[in-house]
């Protein structure tokens, strides 16, 4: 069964105090992967997409690398702008047209000054 | 107008009342997608609509009626919904069904 496991559940750091948020999938092939930024009450909103393995993207303090098994997202520096729940999605070849994306459930992450 | 709007942003409903959501995306995109947020769960895909033809149905109740009557305009059609139904619903769209989707800013719907 496809899946998307996201680690840790919730996240709490200092202002500057960097760190790592984690996102394992198994699906049959990756056509993609896919981190979102989501503030309470909004939609997700688009950061990267990552399409295969040593793949990395970067905007401001954000960093995202990919695995033939995980992808991390790396947040260098954070500020208590930065706080939100970051989500990851795959979308696999098998999904034809429908452009499917399985989610991970989100790691809230809350940044303190 | 830019991006993907959703409209009313917020909905309280009765089991019995019979109301729509709208989607509009301004992205010149061609697949648009309904998707259900609740509390502690992962975003459920619910509909997906490609060039106006509905090519998945994530076995969703049917009283969520979904309708795209051309490539900007989606629409979700609720009927004697259930309390359990309470939930963000969110609009997305994207180009051609691959890649990223961009989302809507959701209804938060409650069903009393």
């Known amino acids: 069964e496809d899946q998307v496991t996201q680690s840790p559940e919730a996240l709490r750091l200092q202002e500057g105090e960097s760190s790592s948020l984690n996102c394992s999938y198994t699906?049959?092939?990756?056509?993609?992967l896919f981190w979102y930024r989501q503030d309470p009450g909004k939609g997700p909103e688009f950061l990267f997409t990552?399409?295969?393995a040593g793949e990395e993207k970067e905007k401001e303090r954000l960093k995202a690398t990919l695995t033939k098994k995980e992808s991390f997202l790396h947040i260098t520096a954070p500020k208590p702008e930065d706080s939100a729940t970051y989500l990851c999605?795959?979308?696999?070849?098998?999904?034809?047209?429908?452009?499917?994306?399985?989610f991970g459930q989100g790691t809230t992450l809350q940044v303190k000054p | 107008e830019t991006g993907v709007t959703q409209t009313p942003r917020h909905l309280v409903m009765g089991m019995t009342n019979k109301k729509s959501l709208k989607c509009e995306q301004h992205?010149?995109?061609?697949?648009m997608y309904w998707y259900k947020q609740s509390a502690k769960k992962p975003l459920e895909l619910m509909f997906v609509?490609?060039?106006?033809?509905?090519?998945e149905n994530n076995s969703v109740p049917s009283r969520f009626s979904p309708e795209c009557p051309n490539s900007s305009h989606l629409f979700l059609h609720l009927h004697t919904l259930q309390p359990e139904d309470s939930a963000l619903y969110l609009c997305?769209?994207?180009?051609?069904?691959?890649?990223?989707?961009?989302f809507g800013p959701g209804t938060r719907l409650t069903v009393l």
């Open positions: 997305a769209s994207s180009r051609e069904g691959v890649g990223e989707q961009f």
């Open positions: 699906v049959s092939g990756l056509r993609g």
């Open positions: 990552l399409y295969s």
């Open positions: 999605a795959v979308q696999e070849y098998g999904s034809g047209n429908t452009g499917k994306l399985i």
């Open positions: 992205l010149g995109h061609n697949a």
């Open positions: 609509y490609s060039l106006e033809e509905r090519v």
